[in-house]
């Protein structure tokens, strides 16, 4: 038979895509299993279930595949599920905790489900027994990961880290079995762990280059527009969202977690019930506990009735917590606990905890890990939220999103005033906002385009049943978003070559000439001389000589007519400098 490592190297050398990949590594890993696991004692006792493998760096989940083991004969490269994952019919999960040993150790983890007890397998080490369970973590975090395993007939559980150069970790690979004869003992792990380990060290660079099979996602009510780096996550968002699991979304302000999260509880079976928000960027700190519990009559100053909170209001729903950063240590306890225990009580209440049936998605713009180390963010309540961590990309490195959520905004605004209205952007106006950097986001671009539109309304008397959103209305609407003299020079002169080059593209070929740019120095000399007065203008830029040789009046002149050419070749209307060579103004009105 050929060995495992040269047949799995040939079937990557042929994979295009990280299913593909992620399918011939989990195939070659189980039939290695079985082959160990037939040739032990425990070989008419147990069985080899599944494989999957979790492709998630330090930002969160890029990928996720999963295999059963009676799927593994399948030819190398078919397709998988339409969900992304590679042949399975119900999407599974592994152990926050197993991540956690995964993240501190960087080897492999051998699980026993029925006892709880998780070990690395670090050179020398002698398997733990439950005297020896550490601060580090040997035993789950909690109960629900040990119920899961068992609810998908897994006993035994082996983990294997997929690591880059470096040791720079980039996800695992869990390969689940069952075998409750083996409970306490030392199971097939350890035996074949250089031989597994070895396969996931060649399958890694394969699984991390390798991009996502293409996918056709069409947009929905809770999100309109996906393009292809939101597609890429959508396989793995929809398993998540089925799940109980915390989810854990973060990326820098006004990306659209908040519209994610509503997404993910409408993909859930928890649709039906509520989706409560709970920003806490709006909530101070010493109400946090209130606010999030809910308070009885009597519990503290001012609360003078029952009021309840985000979770008694979420009951049967999601809970998305936003700016979770933000959370007090004492609130982080109170949470923890609630994660833990799936209890907690309101404040002031006596008698027993209230059960909380509450499935919990988090936000955030933060680098959590920095915060654990500064000691802000409780460690033990990071990695319990971060169970299935997404990363959502700024808007900038979503350019093919740009002009399809500039039109879904238009449209939606366009409506509530004109509901059988239509309304369009030109493409002009779309190559425009491709070029910007949009530090805020989607919330900046929104206020952009509402902006935008109002500029269109005032042009066509607010009567326009059909209104075209032009690039001139998206240049003013910008213009008004901050203050050029607070961004860098290099910034706002990038800005305005994007600009020149998207107005060159919508009116073709030749009709701009390259020479127009020159325009620039134009427009330095003229607004210096508007706020300076000629002679001060002409000296702030070391042209003194000029001054002196009488000259400086025509090279203004030169530089304004390079202006006024500018403004013809625009069509627009007369150059508003053309008055400094007319006789004009020798300072700034």
């Given amino acids: 038979m050929q060995d495992p490592a040269i047949r799995l190297m040939v079937m990557l050398m042929e994979t295009g895509s990280f299913e593909e990949a992620a399918n011939a590594t989990l195939r070659v890993m189980l039939e290695l299993t079985e082959q160990a696991l037939a040739a032990t004692r425990y070989g008419r006792h147990g069985r080899i279930i599944r494989g999957m493998i979790h492709l998630r ?3 969160g989940y890029r990928g996720l595949a999963v295999l059963e083991a ?11 599920k339409a969900d992304g994952t590679a042949g399975m019919v119900t999407p599974l999960l592994a152990s926050a905790t197993a991540w956690q040993l995964m993240v501190e150790h960087r080897c492999a983890i051998s699980i026993d489900v029925n006892l709880g007890l998780l070990t690395p397998h670090m050179a020398g080490a002698a398997p733990l027994g439950e005297s020896e369970l550490g601060p580090a973590g040997r035993a789950f975090n909690s109960a629900e990961s040990q119920q899961r395993f068992l609810g998908r007939q897994a006993t035994h559980v082996g983990v294997l880290p997929l690591l880059g150069p470096g040791r720079v970790l980039h996800g695992m690979i869990s390969l689940e079995a069952e075998c409750p004869a083996a409970t306490g003992q030392e199971f097939i792990w350890r ?29 929905d009510k809770y999100l309109p527009v996906v393009g292809a780096s939101l597609a890429s996550l959508l396989p793995a968002l929809k398993v998540f969202a089925r799940q109980e699991e915390t989810l854990l979304i973060s990326g820098p302000t ?16 928890r649709q039906r019930e509520a989706f409560e928000v709970l920003d806490l960027m709006t909530v101070p700190e010493d109400l946090q506990m209130a606010e999030l519990f809910g308070w009885k009559k009597g519990a503290f100053t001012g609360a003078v009735r029952d009021n309840p909170g985000a979770m008694t209001r979420a009951e049967g729903g999601t809970l998305f917590i936003d700016e979770i950063d933000k959370l007090s240590l004492k609130a982080q306890a109170g949470l923890l606990h609630v994660l833990e225990e799936r209890t907690y009580r309101m404040l002031g209440e006596n008698g027993a905890e209230r059960r909380a049936d509450v499935r919990f998605i988090i936000g955030t713009n933060a680098n959590l890990q920095t915060s654990v180390r500064a000691g802000r963010f409780r460690e033990d309540l990071y990695y319990r939220i971060k ?3 997404i990363a959502l990309p700024a808007l900038k490195d979503r350019q093919d999103e740009i002009a399809r959520w500039a039109r879904y905004m238009a449209d939606r605004r366009h409506r509530e005033r004109y509901p059988e209205g239509q309304v369009r952007l030109t493409g002009a106006a779309e190559r425009l906002l491709t070029t910007q950097p949009w530090p805020g986001n989607l919330r900046q671009l929104d206020n952009i385009v509402r902006r935008a539109y109002a500029l269109a309304l005032v042009d066509s008397g607010e009567t326009a049943q059909a209104l075209t959103l032009e690039v001139h209305h998206f240049q003013q609407s910008l213009s008004y978003e901050s203050d050029p003299a607070a961004q860098p020079l290099t910034e706002v002169l990038s800005t305005a070559a994007r600009a020149f080059v998207s107005e060159a593209q919508a009116r073709g070929p030749g009709a701009i000439d390259l ?26 830029f070391g042209r003194e000589s ?14 304004v007519e390079r202006l006024e050419a500018l403004y013809k070749a625009l069509g627009l209307a007369d150059c508003p400098f053309s008055d400094l060579v007319e006789g004009g103004s020798d300072s700034e009105g």
Avoid: M
């Fill in 254 to 269: 006004g990306v659209g977690k908040s519209r994610l999260a509503r997404w993910c509880h409408e993909q859930s079976s």
């Fill in 70 to 80: 009676g799927a593994a004969a399948r030819p190398s490269g078919a397709a998988g």
């Fill in 546 to 559: 000029l001054i002196k040789s009488r000259n400086h009046s025509r090279t203004l002149r030169r530089e």
């Fill in 57 to 59: 760096p330090e930002e």
């Fill in 191 to 219: 035996e074949c762990g250089e031989r597994l380990q070895l396969l996931a060290s060649q399958a890694t660079p394969y699984l991390i280059a390798l991009p996502p099979r293409p996918s056709e996602q069409a947009g």
């Fill in 387 to 389: 169970v299935l961590p």
């Fill in 515 to 540: 020479d127009l740019a020159d325009s620039f120095r134009g427009f330095v000399l003229a607004v210096a001389t508007r706020r300076l007065g000629r002679d001060e203008a002409f000296r702030l």
